[in-house]
């Protein structure tokens, strides 16, 4: 068993890398980037595909056939109302009761909006559905959202395909540290795997992107060099951090050098 | 002509059907044509693609070999069109344009960096400033700070292409079956009706060839015809979107086709009300003046697609299949017809073969169930 697993909702993964399966040049450079990943969730989204026909068949079938669990995303809508219903179709269709939330907010950056998120959240944990929601990095709403029964949030690095990295590392770090019992995900906006060895170190407890692996020029290789960050920057937080410290100290002793040059 | 001719029945009328059937008689084969749809065409994925031949732009989306059959059928094209005696200009050749909505910058920054590491050179391409663009296209919204030339882009006047095609088919006596759908075995086409037994037969009905070819999926496709005598374009022009590149390809009588979505859905049903204010505000972004221009034609279409994207031929004994062009139809048929021809005479083949005649990828790679870790 792996020491480390990562826990949502009771269940286990060894991975604590989630990846997005839009943008790809092709079904078969996204298996190869998702068997690269070693990931465990896939996110799909279902909203342009006439989902009540069922007409994606064919390529949700694809990514099932990956063996990792599917999280339907409600990427696309706009109300409470739109999301709910997608999720209800998503329900239905991969038979799962997990569901990404997003509520859009914004056209342009695809901001979450945080009012309409908390609602549509609050009305599909009580119809059972257990609901990660895709948030900005703002306490107030992270706690809304864990009060209306979310066991699991997903913070914004940045806005969605941006590749900003963590934007307000503050405000990241008030909400881990604020809810310190809730297994955060940052979802959006990370671009290098630099920054997602960062946000593990920070002590988020798993990392979700597309548009960084889909869009590099090789996406299975972007794929393994970002689980390669996850990895590190987990092992970097269970390590310790040392102090950041304000003059340098050697790490050698000094003795033996002459005066003038200590100090 | 070849030294050996056959009798060849070839199921789908679409592109690859009548620039097979047309070849296949100047080589003195006998021809007879299938398809499930009507003369026109108008249900083949090649009718409602708007006829770019744009090996750059599609490289940036696609992998090198798709780029080097485009830059074949460049100088392909051309011949053919001359061999085909058109009184109307079916072939236009003075590069494309590749702008952004000054929001997307990045999307153009993007898509340069990929030409170039795809390409490899600088050849082909070129920034312009935006006298130059406004030089170029004096019609196309004077916002735009800069742009890409792809200098040696292409587009077809596709539809009346089809019309061409089907006419010096007949004239050269191949025997066409309209709105007669037809499955595919080896050295027979039949239906329900009757059997037709040849030499050899070519699957080349695209989406058609699903339910005997599972491993073909539609990937849905809208465009939007518009109509207006405001502005005119000499040439197409991409506009990049973070979704998927839009083109506006000018068409005869004043009309302009944009396109196209990309959507992982077998779906037919009509343009959807999202996708069609997508193209809308595109056009519009790209001048003011398509804002009175007149919606005519709203279409939807499956582009036959594998798993990996990519066309492939399947020769076996009295049966070709050829299906998978998904959005590259104009741009990679020059070549896959050429290879398909190749096949069928014994000749040596083209330097796409080995690309084109790869084993389809695999379906499945995992169990049935989804869920690895149970509650």
């Known amino acids: 068993m792996h020491p480390d697993p990562l826990t949502l909702y009771g269940e286990t993964f060894d991975s604590r890398f989630l990846l997005g399966t839009a943008l790809y040049t092709s079904p078969t450079i996204m298996r190869d980037a998702l068997r690269a990943s070693r990931c465990d969730i896939v996110t799909l989204g279902l909203r342009r595909q006439n989902p009540g026909d069922r007409s994606g068949d064919a390529f949700w079938q694809y990514i099932k056939d990956s063996g990792c669990k599917l999280l339907p995303n409600t990427a696309g809508c706009k109300s409470v109302k739109e999301a709910v219903t997608l999720a209800e179709m998503s329900r239905e269709m991969f038979d799962t009761p997990w569901v990404k939330l997003e509520v859009v907010g914004d056209d342009y950056n695809l901001q979450p909006d945080p009012f309409g998120l908390v609602e549509a959240a609050d009305e599909l944990t009580k119809k059972g559905f257990k609901v990660l929601p895709y948030c900005t990095d703002d306490l107030i709403v992270g706690q809304r959202l864990v009060d209306v029964g979310c066991e699991v949030l997903m913070p914004w690095g940045s806005p969605i395909g941006t590749g900003q990295g963590l934007l307000n590392r503050y405000n990241l770090r008030t909400l881990r540290e604020r809810l310190p019992n809730i297994p955060m995900i940052i979802d959006a906006g990370l671009g290098a795997p630099s920054q997602a060895a960062e946000a593990m170190e920070m002590g988020f407890d798993g990392i979700l992107l597309n548009t960084a692996v889909a869009k590099a020029h090789q996406p299975p290789l972007m794929a393994e060099a970002f689980a390669d960050a996850i990895d590190a920057g987990r092992k970097a937080y269970h390590a310790g951090l040392m102090e950041r410290r304000q003059t340098a100290s050697p790490s050698t002793p000094t003795i033996g050098q002459p005066f003038w040059h200590q100090s | ?375």
């Open chain 2, 1 to 375: 002509m070849g030294n050996h001719t056959e009798s060849i029945g070839i199921a789908g009328a679409g592109l690859l059907g009548r620039l097979l059937a047309w070849q296949l008689l100047l080589r003195g084969h006998r021809v007879s044509l299938f398809d499930a749809g009507t003369r026109e065409g108008i249900d083949s994925a090649a009718w409602t693609a708007a006829g770019m031949v744009a090996p750059l732009s599609e490289a940036v989306v696609s992998e090198r070999p798709i780029y080097d059959m485009g830059l074949f059928a460049l100088t392909q094209w051309p011949l053919w069109i001359n061999q085909l005696e058109s009184e109307r200009t079916l072939w236009h050749q003075q590069g494309s344009l590749v702008v952004s909505h000054p929001q997307d910058e990045a999307e153009l920054a993007q898509f340069h960096r990929e030409l170039q590491y795809i390409i490899g050179s600088a050849d082909g391409y070129q920034w312009l400033d935006r006298p130059a663009l406004q030089n170029l296209e004096p019609d196309l919204s004077d916002r735009f700070q800069r742009g890409l030339l792809l200098e040696t882009e292409g587009f077809l006047n596709n539809r009346e292409l089809l019309n061409q095609l089907l006419a010096t088919i007949e004239r050269l006596g191949g025997e066409c079956h309209f709105e007669c759908p037809v499955d595919v075995e080896p050295n027979t086409l039949y239906n329900a009706e009757r059997r037709y037994r040849f030499d050899r037969v070519i699957d080349c009905r695209g989406v058609g060839a699903k339910p005997q070819q599972p491993a073909v999926r539609g990937v849905r496709g809208e465009v939007l015809h518009v109509r207006t005598r405001e502005l005119a374009l000499h040439r197409p022009v991409r506009l990049m979107h973070p979704r998927y590149q839009l083109y506006i390809v000018p068409k005869p009588d004043h009309r302009f086709v944009i396109g196209a979505t990309q959507i992982e859905s077998e779906d037919r049903s009509p343009m959807s009300l999202q996708s069609s204010l997508e193209l809308s505000s595109a056009l519009y972004t790209l001048s003011p003046a398509f804002a009175e221009a007149r919606i005519v034609e709203q279409s939807v279409n499956l582009r036959p697609t594998y798993l990996d994207n990519n066309p492939h031929i399947q020769t076996s004994d009295g049966l070709i299949r050829v299906n998978g062009l998904f959005r590259h139809g104009y741009l990679l048929a020059p070549a896959v017809v050429k290879q398909v021809l190749a096949d069928v005479e014994g000749a040596e083949g083209t330097p796409f073969a080995p690309f084109l005649q790869r084993p389809l990828p695999e379906m499945s790679s995992a169990p049935e169930h989804p869920f690895r870790h149970s509650p």
